[in-house]
T-cell receptor
Framework: DQQVKQNSPSLSVQEGRISILNCDYTNSMFDYFLWYKKYPAEGPTFLISISSIKDKNEDGRFTVFLNKSAKHLSLHIVPSQPGDSAVYFCAASTLPGAGSYQLTFGKGTKLSVIP | DTGVSQDPRHKITKRGQNVTFRCDPISEHNRLYWYRQTLGQGPEFLTYFQNEAQLEKSRLLSDRFSAERPKGSFSTLEIQRTEQGDSAMYLC????????????FGSGTRLTVV
């Protein structure tokens, strides 16, 4: 059973416009959420994260929003650039006391930014 | 230090053979993780080391899989009696103890079992 779901396998956006990537989760024990970006033939690269005590975190062109009641988070990229074209993975982790350091990943969304 | 290094980048093996992959983490990172990614899926956790101690293993890590991290530096992941279902990208990542989520991933080893 997928605990982290990215229901859109792909997304195409015009350069300069906003890209919105969505992620839903089912495990209420998740307390920390991350986004990773992956280019072909490379490992995932950490992009931005958010703790469950916050509802927004911003880093330059990237903003992550968390809606705990809906178990939903989203990544906004503004403005989108062709170099942002990659696969984006949403990931989640449980509370520190649970002793687990593993990340649970979604299946990814392939973003294509069209020049 | 240029990041997490994995060797080999690609491995093609016949079903039933044993394979071993190596991961060299960032030198000051004491935590090391192995993940597996199959086509169309996100990375799936396999196992985690803090220094030389293997502290967590996924149920995905069957008895044909074994991982070691002697002396708390590099790590190896061995798959015995490979099966076609083992074909995947095997990713290694490392982090500092206090940087719980600051994983740095390597570029992975792509295994193809024929």
């Amino acid at each position: 059973d997928q605990q982290v779901k990215q229901n859109s396998p792909s997304l195409s956006v015009q350069e300069g416009r906003i890209s919105i990537l969505n992620c839903d989760y089912t495990n209420s024990m998740f307390d920390y959420f991350l986004w990773y970006k992956k280019y072909p033939a490379e490992g995932p690269t950490f992009l931005i994260s958010i703790s469950s005590i916050k509802d927004k975190n911003e880093d330059g062109r990237f903003t992550v929003f968390l809606n705990k009641s809906a178990k939903h988070l989203s990544l906004h990229i503004v403005p989108s650039q062709p170099g942002d074209s990659a696969v984006y993975f949403c990931a989640a982790s449980t509370l520190p006391g649970a002793g687990s350091y593993q990340l649970t990943f979604g299946k990814g969304t392939k973003l294509s930014v069209i020049p | 230090d240029t990041g997490v290094s994995q060797d080999p980048r690609h491995k093609i093996t016949k079903r039933g053979q044993n394979v071993t992959f190596r991961c060299d983490p960032i030198s000051e990172h004491n935590r090391l993780y192995w993940y597996r990614q199959t086509l169309g899926q996100g990375p799936e956790f396999l196992t985690y080391f803090q220094n030389e101690a293997q502290l967590e293993k996924s149920r995905l890590l069957s008895d044909r899989f074994s991982a070691e991290r002697p002396k708390g530096s590099f790590s190896t992941l061995e798959i015995q009696r490979t099966e076609q279902g083992d074909s995947a990208m095997y990713l290694c990542a490392s982090s500092l103890a206090q940087d719980r989520y600051g994983y740095t991933f390597g570029s992975g080893t792509r295994l193809t079992v024929v």
